[in-house]
């Protein structure tokens, strides 16, 4: 509709005149080729789109190249000159919800924005991360009559029920139900009228293992949002198998989750066959990770206990390339139980990491004092070289009997003196001994 205003699109133009400028490939009615194909018929599923569900199904593709196997060009076009997917009636006659309508309605406006569909709408919209508080502003968008981003008026075409359109009767489907709304459509939205005559505005969404709603009433007073993992695909005692099914899977994963042991002793191996042949104190350690799919929150941003992780197998690197790890292995004839622990951790987050992005992690040694050496952690992002987070490690020396100073003296650097702690990592130093003081004081 915003291109409505700016006089980019007309609803009722035949789509074609949008789409031929970078295609000649036609959209029509196979029985009805005369019939123009409107934005306005989209909008309100009265363009005798049929619905398959065979095809639909093949579009639920998994994997994050999908969308780089399968645009949204070639799947309305591949649904579309298929002629069994179109209702054997004249378009702007009768209304079926069609998900692929709305599909060509996108297409439309990418071609006429020149730009992919979801840089138009998803993207600034913050639809892959949707919270129903996000969804929240285009609700109240609808409630305050399209301000800030329509005028009035296209608010008001919006809810116009379509002239001249009455349901489509599928003989494949009759429902006993009385509690079924009647259902009609403007353009976008769906109107739905309860047995005791009460009218809804809004839209929903189902998918396997999601079910979505969104709903003001008539007067555009108040407005409902519900966002749920129900599925209505299949009945509730099939969902409850599949929850507890997931449940075990989950537990089984966790109790095998063998993940961080392979990227240690992988870790291992490399410094072991790597080229750094002389242990350097002060040498920079990277190490390289990847944002999967396992690794993102309900935000679809990396999760906090990846940065843990991945920070984890950082010191373990540094530890390795400087030859503290060495050093501890050679106390332990002496001291059975020598070894290095972090007794605390200082992170800032700066920049988020999305699913698919690569990063290098960087540690360096800052300095020590008698109980721990302190260490400093980056993580930067390959896209853009920014800094996505930064860490203060504090590595204490354990047991008591072993100091850093010794562990130093054992590398081959004397007795030399930690350099000055900067005042970032004092202050982090001093909020540390404030806290086991505090904590002391408690018990």
Not at 155 to 177: C, H, K, L, W
């Amino acid at each position: 509709m915003q291109l409505v205003e700016a006089n980019k699109l007309d609803l009722d133009t035949d789509i074609n005149q949008y789409l031929s400028s970078s295609s000649n490939h036609r959209i029509f009615h196979p029985q009805y080729p005369s019939y123009p194909i409107t934005l306005r018929q989209l909008l309100s599923h009265s363009a005798s789109i049929g619905i398959n569900e065979e095809t639909y199904l093949t579009f639920m593709q998994i994997g994050d190249t999908a969308l780089a196997r399968l645009s949204l060009t070639d799947a309305c076009y591949t649904y579309l000159d298929n002629p069994s997917n179109w209702l054997p009636i004249s378009p702007g006659t009768v209304s079926l919800y069609s998900n692929v309508g709305n599909a060509l309605t996108g297409l439309v406006v990418e071609r006429v924005a020149q730009m992919p569909y979801e840089h138009v709408s998803i993207y600034p919209a913050g639809l892959l991360r949707m919270s129903a508080k996000s969804l929240s502003l285009f609700l109240r968008m609808l409630i305050r009559n399209g301000s800030p981003l329509l005028h009035s008026r296209s608010i008001a075409e919006m809810r116009q029920i379509v002239d001249g359109v009455v349901p489509y009767q599928n003989t494949n489907f009759t429902s006993t139900d009385l509690s079924d709304p009647l259902i009609s459509f403007g353009l976008g939205l769906i109107w739905e009228e309860r047995r005791d005559g009460r009218r809804f505005l809004g839209h929903g969404g189902v998918m396997p293992a999601a079910t979505h709603s969104m709903l003001i009433n008539a007067h555009s007073t108040i407005g409902v949002i519900v966002l749920t993992n129900g599925d209505v695909s299949v009945t509730n005692e099939d969902s409850i198998k599949i929850m507890y099914t997931l449940e075990k899977i989950r537990m089984l994963s966790k109790m095998l989750d063998v993940g961080y042991f392979i990227r240690v002793v992988e870790l291992g191996l490399r410094h072991r066959f790597s080229e750094q042949k002389k242990k350097n104190l002060w040498v920079e350690s990277v190490t390289h990770g990847y944002c999967g799919l396992s690794d993102v929150d309900t935000n679809w941003h990396m999760n906090n206990a990846r940065y843990l992780r991945e920070a984890d197998f950082s010191r373990f690197t540094f530890i390795l390339n400087t030859g503290l790890w060495d050093t501890i292995k050679a106390r332990r004839k002496k001291e059975p139980h020598a070894s290095l622990l972090v007794s605390a951790i200082q992170i800032q987050y700066r920049q988020s990491v999305l699913r698919g992005d690569r990063f290098s992690f960087i540690a360096r040694l800052v300095g020590w004092d008698e109980r721990a050496f302190y260490i400093s952690q980056s993580m930067i992002l390959d896209k853009n070289q920014e800094t996505a987070c930064c860490l203060l490690a504090r590595i204490a020396v354990s047991p008591r009997t072993l100091s850093p100073q010794m562990l130093v003296a054992d590398l081959g650097y004397g007795l030399i003196e930690s350099p000055p702690l900067p005042p970032e990592v004092q202050n982090f130093k001093d909020n540390y001994r404030l806290s086991v003081t505090t904590v002391k004081s408690k018990l």
